[in-house]
């Protein structure tokens, strides 16, 4: 993984005695997780650049269980190519000094704003271009980001969560790296050590000045903190004293800021009770939970006893991980632990496994696809699963006038790939069904206004025979 700074400044070189890396060595840095290198391609009167590449062990990874929580995790990741909190610990350490804003040489200029830009390749940014602005823009930087595809060979796979992001401001020195320090596992969501009191700390050190103000303080908290709920709402409240931080215990972090919205309406409760409705009258025995993050809708059919088998099913195993904990499997009684079981997998690939159900519902997931892999998602479900019955729920795009924070042109989610007028919904529902075999009525779920139709619209989608 790599990180460019560059600046125009003249004399430009004198970035050397800010960050105490002479432009004229190629100078390298042993870390615990493989090996630091910084290097100037660029070193002159009018324009100076330093590079600080970070050459991740992944075997040590594996060694030292740093590369995720779960088993898979530890083996299969993004973690040696991908800007993580591995480089915001490579940043502190090599260019410690400099995040400071101490300068033994230069001083003076480490206290003056500079024209100073910052590119990463490659940036991990769970929650899209969105969210990457939403954060950067409000610290006055200038945002450039160019996604990367799954595949250059395959374009039909989509893109990927990943970009080549650079951003430029006037400002310090020290702010530029303490802003990419704190915010690089932020677009991450994710940290390779323990987060404890501790790191709550730091954040709270290193955001000083310029987080309690951010608009997006309370998700860059949350992220920060690892989802860790009692750090997050302590230093919430030391952030902005006075100010409560809105948590609920059973929140998933793909639904939180629609759940923002959402509240004074209790529509995920009625979201989830039209799924259970619609999933009770097909009286499927077999259910599977597509996309079930954290379990909230698991938790409705467990206590179901119609439901025989319930299956969970989501992408990420931290999520499934943490849909175990919150469900307390690991405490339930013999006979109701033998009626669920958690498996991670895609929901745009063929998955023998998902064959033979009854049922299956696709709660607030298919707008988080990238259009591309529609295609892909629809014949997996309809074409290799199909189960008897499929009821899936998505947002209403025109109903998001009535909200004050969303507009006709903005997503509900900073993760939303799209969301769906109630026409175009229709037609890909439509389309999909007749393409496999199935017929589809729709189901408005919330206050149906005349005009807008409903904040949330439901698909039953019934096999023929």
């Known amino acids: 993984m790599l990180l460019t700074i560059t600046t125009t400044r003249r004399p430009a070189d004198d970035l050397g005695y800010l960050l105490h890396k002479h432009p004229g060595r190629f100078q390298s840095y042993a870390l615990a997780f493989g090996t630091a290198r910084v290097f ?50 490579a940043i502190a350490q090599v260019f410690g000094s400099a995040m400071q804003g101490r300068s033994n040489d230069r001083p003076e200029l480490a206290a003056t704003p500079l024209p100073l830009s910052a590119r990463l ?58 802003h990419l320090y704190v915010l690089i596992p932020v677009f991450d969501d994710a940290k390779h050590y323990f987060v404890g009191d501790a790191e709550m700390e730091k954040l709270l050190a290193k955001g000083a000045g310029w987080l309690a103000g951010h608009p997006e303080k309370d998700e860059i908290t949350r992220r920060y903190l690892k989802h860790r709920h009692g750090l997050y709402r302590e230093a919430l409240a030391r952030l902005a004293p006075g100010e409560p931080a809105d948590v609920d215990e059973a929140d998933e972090p793909s639904a939180r800021v629609e759940d923002s919205l959402e509240k004074p309406l209790s529509l995920n409760d009625q979201r989830l009770g039209a799924v259970l409705a619609a999933l009770r009258a097909s009286g499927a025995r077999r259910v599977l939970d597509l996309g079930c993050g954290e379990g909230r809708l698991l938790r409705l059919l467990l206590k179901d006893p119609q439901f025989e088998e319930v299956v969970g099913v989501d992408v990420s195993i931290r999520t499934l991980e943490a849909a175990r904990d919150r469900l307390h499997l690991d405490r339930l009684p013999e006979r109701q632990a033998a ?69 006709p042109d903005r997503l509900r989610h900073p993760d939303h790939r799209f969301e769906w007028t109630r026409a175009e919904f229709r037609a890909w529902a439509e389309a999909a069904a007749a393409r496999h075999g199935y017929a589809v009525r729709f189901v408005p779920v919330g206050p149906d206004d005349p005009t807008l139709g409903p904040p949330t619209q439901m698909g039953v989608f019934t096999r023929g025979r």
């Open 339 to 407: 009626r669920i079981r958690l498996m991670q997998g895609s929901l745009t690939y063929r998955d023998r496994r998902l064959e033979g159900y009854d049922a299956a519902a696709v709660v607030e997931v298919v707008e988080h696809l990238d259009p591309p892999r529609l295609a892909a998602f629809e014949r997996a479900l309809f074409a290799s699963a199909r189960p008897a019955t499929v009821v899936l729920t998505t947002p209403n795009r025109e109903y998001n006038v009535t909200w004050e924070n969303v507009g």
């Open 121 to 178: 390749d490659v940036l991990p940014v769970r929650g899209g271009e969105r969210f990457l602005r939403a954060v950067f823009e409000p610290l006055g930087y200038s945002v450039a980001a160019e996604r990367r595809p799954l595949d250059e060979q395959f374009p039909e796979w989509g893109e990927s969560p990943y970009f080549a992001v650079e951003i430029a401001a006037e400002t310090t020195l020290s702010q530029l790296l303490t």
């Open 40 to 89: 100037y391609p660029e070193a002159g009167e009018d324009r100076c650049s330093a590079c600080l590449l970070l050459d991740v062990d992944p075997v040590g990874l594996v060694r030292g269980k740093a590369g995720g929580e779960g088993l898979l995790d530890r083996y299969v990741n993004d973690r040696p190519y991908a800007a993580s909190s591995l480089m915001s610990v």
